[in-house]
């Protein structure tokens, strides 16, 4: 179904467009898990996990509208950071995102072979858990003696549809090659992965820490694209 999808969709833009990029760009998310409970100590903190993701853009209109499909993966993860000398926090992920985005944008700068283009996106996401267990890990009490208790992790399998906004930047430096550049940021609101922190600090018992991962965070890529057409 999802091939499908994609060849319906690469034909429409085909059959628009006068001018088509092919793009491969690896990326960066720095994403921000949902704090349900916090931990004592919490600070706000984005983490970054690697990503990669295939793009195939058409310029229409004298090459100033923007429409596109691109695919994407990463491991979904989620963290939490707390303010201590010793232990800046913990993290884990056994979860697998994947993600198909149609995009739409219009040049405002095109010139000299540029054009920076904001853009929105509609993405369709697919969580897959890698294990079907949650996973337990252990504080060791030596990083930092205040915070000792069991760790949890609850991969989801989950689908979800996520609002974007962003900008592109396109540059034809030489001959059908293009350096591209993107950034973006994405609102989740299904999680994929729960994470519990059942702890005790300075050996009184707290309520039990979670956050939840949904997808929501920034996204930055850079990459070479050719003009296929």
Same mark, same amino acid.
């Given at each position: 179904?999802?091939?499908?999808?994609?060849?319906?969709?690469?034909?429409?833009?085909?059959?628009?467009?006068?001018?088509?990029?092919?793009?491969?760009?690896?990326?960066?998310?720095?994403?921000?898990?949902?704090?349900?409970?916090?931990?004592?100590?919490?600070?706000?903190?984005?983490?970054?996990?690697?990503?990669?993701?295939?793009?195939? &853009?058409?310029?229409?209109?004298?090459?100033?509208?923007?429409?596109?499909?691109?695919?994407?993966?990463?491991?979904?993860?989620?963290?939490?950071?707390?303010?201590?000398?010793?232990?800046?926090?913990?993290?884990?992920?056994?979860?697998? *995102?994947?993600?198909?985005?149609?995009?739409?944008?219009?040049?405002? *700068? &095109?010139?000299?072979?540029?054009?920076?283009?904001?853009?929105?996106?509609?993405?369709?996401?697919?969580?897959?858990?890698?294990?079907?267990?949650?996973?337990?890990?252990?504080?060791?009490?030596?990083?930092?003696?205040?915070?000792?208790?069991?760790?949890?992790?609850? $991969?989801?399998?989950?689908?979800?549809?996520?609002?974007?906004?962003?900008?592109?930047?396109?540059?034809?430096?030489?001959?059908?090659?293009?350096?591209?550049?993107?950034?973006?940021?994405?609102?989740?609101?299904?999680?994929?992965?729960?994470?519990?922190?059942?702890?005790?600090?300075?050996?009184? $018992?707290?309520?039990?820490?979670?956050?939840?991962?949904?997808?929501?965070?920034?996204?930055?890529?850079?990459?070479?694209?050719?003009?296929?057409?």
């Amino acid at each position: 179904m999802k091939t499908r999808f994609l060849i319906v969709i690469f034909l429409l833009l085909y059959n628009l467009g006068n001018s088509q990029v092919l793009s491969f760009r690896p990326g960066q998310m720095y994403h921000h898990s949902k704090t349900i409970t916090p931990v004592i100590g919490q600070i706000r903190q984005f983490d970054n996990v690697n990503y990669f993701s295939i793009n195939y &853009n058409h310029f229409i209109e004298e090459r100033k509208i923007q429409l596109g499909i691109n695919y994407s993966f990463f491991s979904g993860w989620t963290w939490f950071n707390v303010n201590t000398n010793y232990w800046r926090g913990n993290g884990s992920s056994n979860t697998s *995102i994947s993600r198909v985005a149609l995009t739409g944008g219009y040049s405002i *700068i &095109n010139r000299h072979r540029l054009k920076v283009i904001p853009q929105m996106r509609i993405i369709f996401e697919r969580a897959k858990a890698t294990n079907s267990l949650s996973q337990r890990v252990y504080i060791d009490s030596r990083v930092d003696k205040r915070y000792e208790g069991p760790i949890s992790l609850l $991969p989801l399998n989950s689908f979800q549809i996520l609002p974007a906004l962003g900008v592109d930047l396109d540059w034809n430096f030489w001959w059908r090659l293009h350096f591209v550049y993107s950034t973006y940021y994405a609102w989740g609101h299904k999680p994929f992965q729960k994470y519990y922190f059942e702890y005790t600090y300075d050996g009184v $018992p707290q309520p039990t820490a979670e956050w939840h991962s949904d997808g929501t965070g920034w996204f930055f890529s850079v990459g070479l694209g050719i003009t296929m057409f």
